[in-house]
């Protein structure tokens, strides 16, 4: 057996653990489900481990094939590298496949574009990008970079700090032409505001003094939609706590109005950027991952 075929059988078998199906995967790598199959028998021969267990429905991982897969993630990562330094970086000799996973507003709003301008740049490489606001397996789903805004775990995760979520409030600009303004933060409790579920006790910090200030609000409309809550608010209904990042655009063209702009939330959360911690990253991932940065700071300034 060639070092080839082994390279090639390691690559279907990533396939196999990430689509948790032999047929599924081979469809991807243009092989019908019989050779596919023979093909990873063959793997786990030459290994003497059983990689996955097999059902009529579909194929999980066994213990080994866990710690297997996660090797042959580094491997063929390592068999991609070959050939490309950091004198022959270019749009001709990067490619692969990045899978990224965001936010599903963020990456509409930020992330996109974001992307655009880097594959323009590098054409070669492939993007798949994941929207999605429930906790994902980041090993299992077979990710390669993971944007987060949410209190971080501890993990084997390695972090790079994007840029602080700074949350303001906001309203619309004929709530604030009918019942005015708030001039101080206590004066919330004679306005109506727009709450994201339950959330009803609010704590701010003055930054210009550093104190705290707690409210219990009034409010005749939630949602747990956050997009819900800001178009409420931009129709004219009442205040509501926004990401600065996904109301920007409406302050700059004058959709909503910036309500106590002396104020922030006190819960301080950052928009952080997570991959796997391996002993390297492949050149593809580097470079969106140092792009990505750079491009998210620059959109949120």
């Known amino acids: 057996m060639t070092m080839l075929e082994n390279l090639s059988d390691l690559r279907l078998f990533i396939e196999i653990s990430r689509l948790s199906s032999i047929s599924a995967a081979g469809k991807k790598l243009h092989l019908s489900p019989a050779v596919a199959s ?31 897969f996660e090797k042959a993630l580094n491997i063929i990562d390592a068999v991609d590298e070959l050939g490309i330094t950091r004198e022959t970086i270019s749009a001709k000799t990067v490619r692969g496949r990045i899978r990224l996973t965001s936010p599903a507003s963020f990456g509409r709003k930020i992330v996109a574009p974001c992307l655009a301008d880097f594959l323009s740049k590098y054409p070669l490489i492939k993007i798949e990008l994941i929207l999605d606001d429930m906790k994902t397996d980041l090993l299992k789903e077979g990710i390669d970079l993971a944007i987060t805004i949410a209190p971080l775990e501890e993990s084997n995760f390695m972090i790079r700090k994007i840029k602080e979520n700074k949350k303001i409030l906001v309203a619309g600009k004929s709530y604030v032409a009918q019942n005015g303004a708030p001039a101080s933060f206590q004066d919330l409790f004679s306005h109506n505001t727009l709450t994201l579920g339950n959330y009803v006790k609010w704590s701010f910090i003055n930054i210009k003094t550093l104190e705290k200030e707690n409210i219990t609000v009034r409010s005749n409309f939630s949602s747990n939609s956050g997009e819900a809550t800001v178009a409420a608010s931009m129709a004219g209904l009442g205040i509501c706590i926004k990401s600065f990042w996904d109301v920007q655009d409406d302050l700059e063209n004058g959709n909503l109005i910036h309500i106590l702009p002396d104020y922030v939330h006190a819960k301080k959360i950052d928009i952080n950027i997570l991959y796997p911690t391996k002993n390297f990253l492949p050149v593809r991932t580097r470079l969106l991952l140092d792009f990505l940065i750079e491009g998210i700071r620059n959109k949120l300034n």
């Open 38 to 68: 023979k093909r990873l028998q063959r793997l786990e021969k030459n290994l003497g481990i059983l990689l996955v267990n097999r059902t009529t429905r579909q194929v999980s991982l066994t213990e080994e094939g866990q710690n297997t």
